[in-house]
């Protein structure tokens, strides 16, 4: 039987992650897979949302489903913006690192981590979980070019930078979801 995972995911930063991750199984896009529709995440925490994404491409493709879901958590904020993560402005990526400088101006606090949660879901009902965390600080002005979402923003406390002024490697290396997918390989 081939390796073959679907990554329940219209992202292609994560998408793209998620393969550099778990190099021993073929991972399908949801176009890939034929899957096409929207999952609405209904879950209070990232672990709840992962397994209700994976849990419906799993049911709509037929073939295991991996998901996950992933944010910032700020210490000053009381955990904001959590699992709101994409959607913490109402806009875009950029408006979202904008309301998150501005509810922080004059804040000394400045801890925060990233949290992934993800869950990989078989058509015969089996479910294999894990979770990774990442921490920092966030920084007071946006720092370097790669990366996508709060990258900019997040200065890494094990690479000593911002996650967009690091390479891909680096970032996965220590990363939220890095960690989670390794804890998840180890598993599987």
């Known amino acids: 039987m081939d390796k073959i995972i679907v990554a329940a995911t219209g992202n292609a930063h994560k998408l793209k992650e998620i393969r550099a ?6 991972i399908l896009s949801e176009e890939e897979s034929g899957f096409h529709g929207e999952v609405e995440e209904t879950g209070a925490t990232f672990a709840e949302n992962a397994l209700i994404k994976a849990q419906a491409v799993c049911k709509a493709t037929k073939l295991p489903a991996l998901a996950d879901d ?5 210490e000053a904020l009381g955990g904001a913006p959590g699992v709101y993560s994409a959607r913490y402005s109402g806009g875009g990526s950029a408006e ?3 309301l998150l400088l501005k509810n922080l101006q004059g804040e000394n606090n400045r801890k925060a981590y990233f949290a992934c949660a993800v869950a ?4 015969d009902g089996r479910v294999i979980t894990a979770e ?4 920092g600080e966030i920084l007071e002005e946006e720092r370097g070019e790669n990366g996508f979402g709060y990258d900019s923003l997040f200065y890494s406390d094990d690479l000593k930078k911002s996650f967009a002024e690091s390479s891909d490697e680096e970032k996965n290396s220590v990363s939220h979801r890095g960690r989670a997918l390794r804890e998840l390989e180890a598993k599987l």
Not at 21 to 26: E, G, N, P, Q, R
Not at 120 to 123: D, K, R
Not at 132 to 135: L, Q
């Open 21 to 26: 991750v778990l190099k021993d199984w073929k």
């Open 70 to 74: 992933s944010g910032l958590c700020v």
């Open 96 to 98: 979202n690192r904008a």
């Open 120 to 123: 990989l879901v078989f058509p």
């Open 132 to 135: 990774g965390r990442t921490h």
